[in-house]
């Protein structure tokens, strides 16, 4: 990290450059020098401007085997290169070009347009300066970003390396008493009352129509497309969506990833990222266990281009048996560190197993002997046979429906007839027929407890129900759960508790109620929270508080762009032709505390859970824990099946 002057200075706008130089997400000298060439596992860095003084942070992970020291020289070269000039005369306009575009999607949001006006406050910036940013930008020639990193990047940085090991100056804590805090719900302050006596004039909801926000065309008579406009800017989205994933081929996640480090017969891998910049579009390609989406987006006016070199791309990749080395060398240390990421450890691995037991979709993966097995050509086969099969179109902007489908027509190639898709390994989501608990050992003071149970399958009549339910019992700091577990008996760090719908309509409900706390406390925190689900307090004070939030969340909350279209693919999913929001609203005014009592009292009340432990098992009360059900000790190999 170099500290570098404050904002509203020459140099804040310098350093906004150099940093766009380095790092940019697709041609930057990190990304193609390090990224890009398999140098480092990660590697990136961004510019923190203040009001006091602005600090370039620059940062990497390390490839297995790799020394700490080895990343920073990666990262100084990359400097070294600016102060010589080594970076493309066109990279500068590029650069301005994704910036306005940049800021154009960003303006498209509430959010970031306040805090566009916030950050030019805080930073004691003029309004006209914050918006005048990229036209200054644009004025900065490239001798005078070569004079501003060689004045200012020199031997005054700081150095941090996090490395493996304990920490012998670790100071230990008694345990303090802890008296519960009487939650007053129902009273409300002078203030309160007061702001909630203001007339307000009512907002009216707004709902999707399918039938006319969206236009369904077909390309070549077989691919379905669905279409938005974008009356607002000069931007697109495009999505070709496979509604298949890594549970219909294994290799899948690898193949995707692959493609990111090839070129094609006409471009070299950085040569195509570097065309991509220039025209102010990227790629992507998101690949789940029953999804693919690929995805194109940037300025309309280059979409054709774009389009013609992402399809150059599919349909002729070429192979490079050192990029396919790395990748799987680097898989295996991703797959080593998630085994010490706590996140991925409770959420990832072991919710997969609570919800489907051993064998699930996190687990069917390809082995570290699959992995080395590998060869270029099948990952390269799998890339251009994606067209091949059955897909259809999501597209937002503003040409018309009619050019995109000619354009599309022309550039998307695909054979004749498109294949289904394979059949997928079928994971079953298990009863949850008596209460287990499940225990993995990990070296933390905490303990993470998550509890499950499934539900009914999808029923559309119910939605109202459980969006009111959450909304009271478990979703927010405002809610049942928070409130006693957290602010009044302060057992939990973090907890909520959900009644979570399925993406599809064959699958459960789950109820899932998570507690982060002390292991020490862990006793008394299950016992609250197992109280809290089987006898749920009742307020009206938190209900109408409850209710009141959702309606007027859905009077004023207004879907657009191509959350149109991503809300049709949910609905669609769910068997369902309309915008089920409708019948939320129309439901919850009409609805009671007592309804919500009915509807835990159905569904929570009473229900066995598997429980998921994660913490440090000489530090957890297992006897505590026997009381609930029997406790099975995991290992990390039995939840991430490596």
Avoid at 60 to 74: F, V
Avoid at 198 to 210: A, G, L, T, W
Wanted: aromatic share 10%; net charge neutral; hydrophobic share 40%.
């Amino acid at each position: 990290a170099f500290r570098l002057p404050q904002a509203g200075s020459k140099d804040a706008d310098l350093l906004t450059l150099v940093d766009k130089i380095l790092y940019n997400g697709t041609a930057g000298l990190i990304d193609l020098n390090l990224v890009q060439s398999q140098k480092v596992l990660r590697a990136y860095s961004y510019a923190d401007i203040l009001q006091d003084y602005s600090a370039h942070i620059l940062m990497a992970d390390p490839k297995e085997g790799q020394k700490m020291e080895d990343l920073r020289d990666l990262l100084l070269a990359q400097l070294d290169k600016i102060k010589k000039g080594e970076f493309p005369d066109w990279l500068l306009g590029a650069i301005i070009n994704n910036m306005k575009l940049d800021e154009t999607k960003e303006m498209e949001n509430n959010s970031s347009r306040v805090f566009k006006m916030v950050n030019s406050f805080i930073l004691g910036e003029k309004w006209e300066h914050s918006v005048a940013r990229i036209a200054r930008l644009s004025q900065i020639t490239k001798q005078e970003i070569i004079d501003f990193v060689k004045k200012n990047y020199g031997d005054n940085y700081v150095v941090v390396y996090k490395r493996t090991g304990e920490d012998k100056n670790v100071m230990k804590v008694t345990k303090p008493e802890i008296t519960p805090v009487e939650v007053n719900r129902d009273s409300q302050s002078e203030f309160v009352k007061k702001v909630l006596a203001m007339p307000v004039k009512d907002i009216e909801p707004v709902f999707i129509d399918f039938s006319t926000d969206i236009q369904q065309l077909k390309i070549r008579n077989t691919i379905p497309m669905y279409y938005t406009q974008n009356k607002e800017n000069n931007t697109f989205n495009l999505y070709y969506v496979f509604e298949m994933g890594s549970n219909h081929d294994r290799k899948l996640n690898m193949a995707i990833n692959y493609l990111k480090y090839l070129g094609t017969s006409l471009y070299k891998p950085d040569e195509l990222k570097s065309e991509f910049y220039k025209l102010a579009c990227d790629f992507g390609i998101y690949t789940s266990t029953e999804e693919v989406y690929v995805s194109l987006s940037g300025l309309s006016d280059n979409m054709e281009k774009a389009l013609q070199l992402f399809e150059s791309l599919l349909a002729d990749p070429q192979p490079n048996e050192e990029a396919l080395k790395n990748l799987v060398s680097d898989e295996l240390k991703n797959r080593a560190d998630a085994k010490l990421n706590q996140d991925v450890i409770l959420w990832q691995a072991m919710y997969n197993y609570g919800i489907y037991g051993p064998k699930n979709p996190f687990t069917h993966i390809l082995s570290e002997a699959e992995l080395k097995a590998l060869k270029a050509q099948e990952l390269i086969a799998i890339i251009k046979g994606l067209n091949g099969y059955e897909h259809h179109v999501l597209f937002y902007g503003p040409q018309s429906a009619e050019a995109v489908a000619e354009a599309l027509t022309r550039e998307h190639k695909t054979p004749a007839t498109l294949k289904p898709v394979p059949e997928p390994v079928k994971f079953e989501e298990l009863p949850t027929g008596s209460t287990a608990v499940y225990v993995v050992n990990y070296d933390m003071k905490q303990a993470e407890i998550m509890m499950l149970s499934r539900g009914d399958v999808f029923n559309k009549e119910w939605s109202a129900s459980v969006r009111l339910y959450n909304e009271y019992f478990g979703g927010g700091m405002s809610s049942i759960v928070f409130q006693d577990l957290r602010e009044s008996k302060a057992l939990a760090y973090s907890t909520f508790s959900s009644f979570s719908t399925p993406d599809k309509k064959h699958k459960h409900y789950y109820n899932m109620a998570y507690i982060g706390t002390q292991a020490d406390k862990l006793p008394e925190a299950m016992k609250g929270m197992n109280e809290l689900l089987n006898n749920m307090p009742l307020t009206e004070v938190a209900f109408t508080s409850a209710k009141e939030a959702i309606i007027q969340s859905m009077r004023t909350t207004r879907v657009t762009r191509t959350e149109i279209l991503f809300t049709y693919e949910r609905a669609r999913r769910l068997g369902l032709d309309y915008d089920v929001r409708k019948d939320v609203y129309s439901k919850v005014l009409t609805m009671n505390l007592e309804d919500v009592k009915k509807f835990q009292e159905k569904n929570i009340k009473g229900k066995n859970y598997t429980i998921l432990v994660l913490g440090d098992k000489n530090a957890i009360n297992m006897k505590t824990l026997e009381l609930y059900g029997t406790v099975k000790v995991l290992s990390l190999q039995d939840i991430f099946g490596y």
